[in-house]
């Protein structure tokens, strides 16, 4: 494989799991101030709103190394029993039963994951092949549901923009030396076969959780 090759590789890769890494963070963060200006809408009372449970470190990382997984190959029936494991913990921990709960979330947050990461790549694609920067009505509404709903930053969505411009010059700036270089093609469509794993992995978890019994 050439370094060109690698380097868009890199850089999606990179950009790829940083956006799901926000997504799932923002779902399971204590949203606080987003949270109270929903309930004055709706003249809720806070304590009335049960909030997600805040993630430790090491919870953290077994769900990212999950994540990842979703990108490179298919879930099973283990992957399945190591999302209900972690939530066991999680629920063993904050005494509250969350386990099915954050499970569902969990595969909430990576449809959004996916559904904005396909549609971001398939205008990087675009991009490159009209050599002019591709911005589809449907990702300008991802992107504002992403970032109205707290799942990503505006700068992690300004920094994808800026990228679509790139692939519209064909060319990428390498992450370790700064230099620019060639943007292949079959770099942004390796990425775009990842996120359809992606994808098939999401449609893996809905199901087995519609099959799992509700507590």
């Known amino acids: 494989m050439n370094r060109a090759l690698l380097a868009v590789i890199l850089v999606a890769g990179v950009a790829t ?10 779902v399971f963060r204590p949203v606080r101030f987003h949270l109270d200006a929903v309930l004055d809408r709706r003249h809720v009372a806070p304590d009335a709103v049960e909030r997600p449970p805040a993630l430790s470190d090491d919870e953290t990382r077994a769900l990212d190394r999950l994540s990842s997984r979703g990108l490179s190959q298919p879930y099973t029936a283990a992957d399945m029993d190591s999302l209900k494991a972690i939530w066991a913990v999680v629920e063993k921990r904050t005494g ?3 386990s099915e709960k954050g499970a569902r979330n969990y595969a909430g947050g990576l449809r959004e994951a996916y559904n904005y990461l396909d549609e971001f790549q398939n205008c990087l694609l675009a991009s490159w092949d009209s050599r002019m920067p591709v911005t589809t009505p449907k990702l300008l509404a991802l992107r504002k549901r992403v970032v109205e709903g707290n799942m990503a930053p505006r700068e992690k969505v300004s920094s ?14 390498n992450p370790r030396t700064g230099m620019r270089m060639p943007m292949p093609r079959e770099g942004i469509v390796r990425m775009l076969l990842r996120i359809e794993q992606l994808r098939r992995n999401v449609d893996f978890l809905d199901s087995a959780l519609a099959a799992t019994p509700t507590r």
């Open 160 to 173: 994808d923009s800026s990228l679509i411009h790139e692939a519209a010059t064909r060319t990428v700036r």
């Open 96 to 98: 509250k039963n969350v």
């Open 17 to 26: 799991l940083g956006f799901i890494g926000s997504v799932l963070w923002r």
